[in-house]
């Protein structure tokens, strides 16, 4: 669980990976699976197959992979971060896309939205593609 | 030649033989072969012209991760349709259950287990609901090429390369083996010989992108005349059913 709510600064990559042609597959096991808790940080260098054969499509497709991919070259290409001593002390910041929400979290209904507290943090249920996500909300 | 290599070649010979002959029969591969235009048409004719039907899909697609190791996931999917506007999959596995309903104004996805819906306006054709759900929800139909009515143009846009290989029988039906390039993926697909050409496989495999993932889908249990009811496409939510919204769509190329 930990290690899907850490990378709390790379929210918009596992985003990334989840708006690439077809990576609902993936999303499929990311509930309790191994592979998102693995591989949630460097999502964005994970390329799907087009499930389209159409040319333009399958163009779009591979422009998404090609633009994940530029995108970890530049993050390698960085300098590294420093450590992240204090990191795991704050809530995740609003924005944030979780696919597992953390252990205790009970409904709570504002303004007519069903959300997930989970201690101090509101997490919004929404649909990214044809997959349930939790989104850190500021309700 | 020592004894070993002899009967290593003698063994490796009707392996060889049945991967070249195929391949020898199109030595001119690059080019496109109108029989190959000819079987595809008539498949998708066949289906457009069909005005119900209901099927199974098997599915599967590729994933590769940054150290290149490939992953397969796969997730089956039940499928009726009713031209021009009516649509409902059922996606069913160990670790996903959600069906889409689409009624000719809206697209809704129920997720059962989880006790959430989404729903959205779509237009009243099935190629718009198609696009929109795409470009607006990034909700993809899994080989949707073959379900919009200009599939054929869609499918040989851009074509570089199309043959037929041969014949291929795919779970138990006797089919025409076909396959195509363009310039950004190799595609296949097994066509159902006889009076209902009906695809029962379709390969695509993304050749530019590192590792060249496949997407495969194979489609059994054809129905052109399947139970329809007024529910089949209607999504009434469950009880206690929470409405959730869909995400706006932000450019892949988000960071």
Same mark, same amino acid.
């Given at each position: 669980?930990? @290690?899907?709510? @850490? ?70 290409? @960085? ?44 997490? @919004? ?15 | ?120 306006? *779509? ?8 696009? /929109? ?35 291929? *029988? ?47 889908? /194979? ?37």
């Amino acid at each position: 669980m930990n @290690k899907i709510l @850490k990378p709390v600064a790379h929210g918009a990559c596992l985003a990334a990976l989840l708006f690439v042609a077809d990576a609902q597959a993936i999303i499929g096991v990311a509930p309790g699976g191994s592979v998102a808790r693995r591989h949630a940080i460097v999502a964005t260098e994970t390329v799907v197959a087009s499930s389209s054969a159409n040319a333009s499509a399958a163009a779009t497709a591979n422009a998404n992979a090609a633009a994940a991919n530029a995108n970890a070259q530049a993050a390698a290409a @960085k300098p590294p971060e420093p450590a992240p001593a204090a990191a795991p002390a704050g809530p995740p910041p609003v924005g944030t896309v979780v696919t597992t929400l953390p252990p205790g979290c009970a409904q709570t209904d504002l303004n007519g939205v069903a959300y997930q507290r989970c201690g101090s943090t509101y997490y @919004k249920p929404s649909m990214m593609g044809s997959n349930l996500v939790f989104v850190v909300a500021q309700p | 030649m020592n004894n070993s290599m002899k009967r290593l070649s003698s063994w490796l010979w009707p392996a060889l033989v049945a991967v070249a002959w195929p391949v020898a029969g199109h030595a001119q591969a690059g080019d496109i072969d109108p029989d190959a235009l000819t079987l595809l048409r008539k498949s998708t004719d066949y289906l457009v012209a069909t005005k119900q039907f209901s099927l199974v899909t098997d599915t599967t697609i590729e994933a590769v991760l940054p150290d290149g190791q490939k992953l397969q996931f796969g997730h089956r999917v039940a499928a009726t349709v009713q031209r021009p506007n009516k649509m409902r999959a059922e996606r069913v596995g160990e670790l996903i259950a959600q069906t889409f309903y689409y009624d000719g104004k809206t697209l809704s996805l129920n997720l059962p287990q989880q006790g959430y819906y989404a729903k959205a306006d *779509v237009p009243p054709t099935l190629d718009g609901m198609l696009d /929109v759900a795409r470009d607006k929800l990034n909700v993809i139909a899994p080989g949707a090429d073959l379900l919009y009515t200009n599939a054929y143009e869609r499918l040989t846009e851009g074509l570089t390369s199309a043959f037929v290989v041969g014949k291929a *029988v795919v779970a138990g039906a006797t089919c025409d083996h076909i396959a195509f390039r363009n310039a950004e993926v190799d595609w296949q697909i097994w066509i159902q010989e006889g009076a209902q050409p009906v695809p029962r496989k379709f390969v695509v495999t993304s050749k530019r992108m590192p590792g060249s993932p496949q997407f495969a889908s /194979v489609m059994s249990d054809w129905q052109m005349a399947p139970t329809i009811t007024d529910a089949t496409f209607s999504f009434v939510p469950p009880k206690g059913a929470q409405r959730i919204d869909f995400m706006p769509v932000a450019p892949a190329t988000s960071k």
